[in-house]
């Protein structure tokens, strides 16, 4: 319904433009028309209801449209201000049909009638006996037509007496010999096309046929042999078009091939030859995307395997086995999405531990700094009582080599159940060492730390 209500806002868009290129020369001279006809081109556009045009197909068509239905109406329009030139011209007023042929021509200069009526009313202007003016001109044209006619000018003979019978339709005379004329014209157009078409040069034989026919529509036997040339210039273009398909099919390129097919059909949809390569090529374009759709699934990329497999299928590809083909692709995209989550969450799961251990080892590491500073504080500390006491007094007898050497093995041994937690064994190894070696201040340090651990003084 949308469409024939666009339809009518077209042709009443293209009245409105008529209307506007209508000579304003003819309106001044109440140019007449069929009232009818005039009518429906004057429709009240408020009653129409045009719709949206949302594609740019719907858009173009459109315009296009209206473009069509203008150069109708603008034709239609002009050629009823000819008829009021022409009804202008029989009457004697040369004046007014050459200004309204004149202002045809400005809208439309291809307007032959119309030139050939400009010039005939230019020629008669002026004349005391417009009647007998219009006469003479048109004989003379007859005469003229009949000169070219003995000397072999069919074409401008007949332009003549064309001219003639538009001038004065009730001449029988020129009417006749248009007639004849034209008949020549058609059976040398005729004789040419069958020349042409001997030899083969169908589009040449079709042009000579069809100028033949335009001349003489009931010209014997005239249509069968345009049918028959159309025929074999389609078959003929088939053909080269088939020559086309199989050298890009020798070369690969499969699907270029397929769509020169695809024009060879359009030429002819019952050509066999056509037809039977077209199937085997579809079948092996079929196979290779079924073949390309499993190397990509066995390769685990099944989106593609499956957009493969829909071009098979598209191909003629057997359907059902390409529903289990894509069915099976689509589980493996399930497996594999199903695969990647875990991944994912162990991933997660390897970096949450990770963490968790980065900072276990932080803290320890922080607890062994503050520990070690807290030894380095302690050291420094009992070095500084130790330079503020008052020097002992010196043994009476000297210290052995041997007993320094078992003095610093037992203050070894004592460190390393210090560092154990076992204090008392460390306190026995330092007591030991002490006793070995009084000046061994490392040992003496060992007690005073073991000392405060057991609560006691230094």
């Known amino acids: ?66 473009k069509l239905e203008e150069d109708r109406i603008t034709q239609s329009a002009l050629h009823i201000v000819y008829q009021n030139a022409y009804d202008l011209y ?3 007023d040369y004046n007014g049909a050459k200004s309204l042929t004149g202002e045809i021509l400005s809208i439309d200069p291809y307007y032959s009638d119309a030139f050939m009526l400009q010039k005939a009313s230019t020629e008669l ?29 069919l074409t401008e003979a007949e332009e003549q007496w064309s001219e003639a019978t538009k001038l004065s339709p009730w001449n029988f005379k020129a009417r006749y010999w248009l007639d004849r004329v034209r008949e020549d014209l058609a059976r040398q157009h005729f004789l040419r096309g069958e020349e042409a078409y001997r030899q083969r040069r169908l589009q040449d034989a079709l042009n000579q046929w069809y100028a033949a026919l335009v001349l003489k529509s009931d010209y014997p036997g005239l249509v069968a042999d ?69 190397q990509l699934y066995d390769a685990g990329r099944y989106d593609e395997a499956v957009a493969e497999w829909k071009k098979a299928e ?32 162990a991933t997660q799961e390897r970096a949450v531990r990770a963490k968790e251990e980065a900072r276990k080892k932080a803290e320890a590491a922080a607890a062994a700094a503050a520990k070690q500073k807290q030894e380095q504080q302690q ?36 460190m390393i159940y210090y560092n ?7 306190r026995q190894e330092f007591s030991v060492a002490k006793e070995l ?22």
Request: overall charge neutral; glycine content about 8%.
């Open 226 to 294: 345009i049918a028959q040339a159309e025929s074999r210039l389609r078959e003929q273009e088939a053909n080269r078009k088939l020559e086309d398909a199989l050298q890009l099919y020798g070369q690969g390129r499969i699907e270029e091939a397929l769509k020169k097919i695809d024009e060879v059909l359009q030429y002819g949809p019952g050509d066999e030859k056509a037809r039977k390569l077209m199937m085997e090529l579809r079948s092996e374009m079929a196979q290779q995307h079924a073949s390309l759709g499993r």
């Open 125 to 153: 202007n002026g004349s005391s006996r417009p009647l007998y003016s219009q006469h003479q001109l048109v004989e003379d044209k007859f005469q003229q037509g009949m000169e070219l006619y003995r000397q072999g000018r």
């Open 379 to 414: 050291a420094a500390q009992q070095q500084a009582q130790q330079q503020a006491a008052p020097a002992a007094p010196q043994a009476s007898g000297q210290i052995s080599a041997e007993a320094r050497h078992a003095s610093e093995q037992h203050y070894i041994s004592g």
């Open 1 to 66: 319904m949308r469409a024939r209500m666009r339809r009518l806002a077209v042709v009443c868009a293209a009245a409105a433009f008529a209307a506007a290129v209508l000579p304003r020369g003819a309106r001044a001279q109440g140019v007449k028309g069929d009232p009818h006809d005039l009518g429906s081109l004057f429709l009240d556009l408020s009653k129409t209801q045009l719709g949206t045009i949302s594609s740019d197909n719907e858009k173009k068509e459109y315009l296009q449209t209206v």
């Open 314 to 345: 598209s191909y003629g590809y057997d359907p059902a086995i390409a529903t289990q083909l894509i069915e099976r692709a689509h589980e493996g995209i399930r497996e594999a999405a199903l695969a990647k989550a875990e991944a994912k969450k």
């Open 420 to 426: 154990e937690g076992n204090y008392e064994k460390a």
């Open 90 to 92: 029989r009457k004697g």
């Open 437 to 458: 070696d009084p000046n061994n201040s490392d040992a003496e340090v060992g007690l005073e730390r073991v000392q405060q651990i057991f609560g006691g003084g230094p």
